[in-house]
Nanobody
Framework: QVQLVESGGGTVQFGDSLRLSCVIF??????MGWFRQAPGREREFVAGIRWDGDRTEYADDVKGRFTISRDKQKTTVYLQMSSLKPEDTAVYYC????????????????WGQGTQVTVSS
């Protein structure tokens, strides 16, 4: 059984940094993605990384500010967020699967429960 557990969310100020973590239990050789959902909005892609770490993708509005990475054991995926803005406020979810397109939410098989990130101005 695969389980994903996110952590690291919180309330920060405009311009601050935050690092989210997602620990994978049960199996580790997955492509991983971070998605977010703000109130009243659809869930949207934030960042993704291939199982071997060789390829990453980012949404346009986080490029240069967010970095996705994973540890060598492939048990934990991180999302380092910098220069945070109020519009980054959302529940952030990590997802796992063997996907043909990192940006596509429906391609992932497993999801975490989410962690809230709130950025105040």
């Amino acid at each position: 059984q695969v389980q994903l557990v996110e952590s690291g969310g919180g309330t920060v100020q405009f311009g601050d940094s935050l690092r989210l973590s997602c620990v994978i239990f049960g199996r580790t050789a997955f492509d991983m993605g971070w998605f977010r959902q703000a109130p009243g909005r659809e869930r949207e892609f934030v960042a993704g990384i291939r199982w071997d770490g060789d390829r990453t993708e980012y949404a346009d509005d986080v490029k240069g500010r967010f970095t996705i990475s994973r540890d060598k054991q492939k048990t934990t995926v991180y999302l380092q967020m910098s220069s945070l803005k109020p519009e980054d406020t959302a529940v952030y979810y990590c997802a796992a699967g063997t996907v043909y397109k990192l940006t596509l939410a429906t391609a992932y098989d497993y999801w975490g429960q989410g962690t809230q990130v709130t950025v105040s101005s």
